[in-house]
């Protein structure tokens, strides 16, 4: 499957805690994006790292990129109630089309 | 500026029934992408239209079709429905670039299948 495999499924922490989540493909990364959905509507992209970056900052997210482990990190800090949602990491495949992984669930209690 | 927009948000058919869905890009977007995303899980790539024509297909049957408007506006349709075909259906649209730019997605349609 050429599907991204994520980790953790799901993820429960406390206000103010620093949440991670991982990604890795079996195929070459090309320009890994990461995508937050709220309550099954529509996707918000977050940022996007090229393969030759290897980290990336916006606001309270910091992505890094291993290329040579195929893999991507996500670190939201200083967790809020409001980051409760799905992360999706989603990345081209040679044939030009976005694969995104299964997801990770994450949940910020007050 | 309006962003991706989609109808209807909801609807329910029953097998066999054929269904149409609706999406408008972003303004400025002129290509328009199709995913489906079951419960639970990352959405999967139907198919991506670029000048009324589709370039790009996922993993999808031939009931699965689209059309593309001149004005990048774009519709999904799905005959003789399944009941996995339950599912959100989400439409994304991206500038025009090397085909590996930000997708900017719409709420979805949500299609139950009965």
């Known amino acids: 499957s050429q599907q991204g495999e994520e980790d953790p499924q799901a993820l429960s922490i406390q206000e103010g805690e620093n949440a991670t989540m991982n990604c890795s493909y079996k195929?070459?990364?090309?320009?890994l994006q990461w995508y937050r959905q709220n309550s099954g509507r529509g996707l918000v992209h977050l940022i996007l790292?090229?393969?030759?970056?290897r980290e990336k900052h916006s606001g309270r997210l910091r992505v890094t990129l291993d290329t040579s482990k195929k893999s991507s990190s996500l670190l939201i800090t200083a967790s809020r109630a409001a980051d409760t949602a799905s992360y999706f990491c989603a990345d081209y495949n040679q044939g030009g089309k976005l694969i995104f992984g299964q997801g990770t669930e994450l949940s910020v209690k007050p | 500026d309006a962003g991706v927009t989609q109808s209807p948000t909801h609807l329910i058919k029953t097998r066999g029934q054929q269904v149409t869905l609706r999406c408008s890009p972003k303004?400025?977007?002129?290509?328009v992408s199709w995913y489906q995303q079951a419960l639970g899980q990352g959405p999967q790539f139907i198919f991506q239209y670029y000048e009324e024509e589709e370039r790009q297909r996922g993993n999808f049957p031939d009931r699965f079709s689209g059309h593309q408007f001149p004005n990048y506006s774009s519709e999904l349709n799905v005959n003789a429905l399944l009941l996995g075909d339950s599912a959100l259906y989400l439409c994304a649209s991206s500038k025009p670039g090397l085909g590996q730019e930000t997708q900017y997605f719409g709420p979805g349609t949500r299609l139950l299948v009965l």
């Open positions: 790292i090229r393969s030759n970056e």
């Open positions: 195929t070459s990364i090309n320009n």
């Open positions: 303004s400025g977007h002129d290509t």
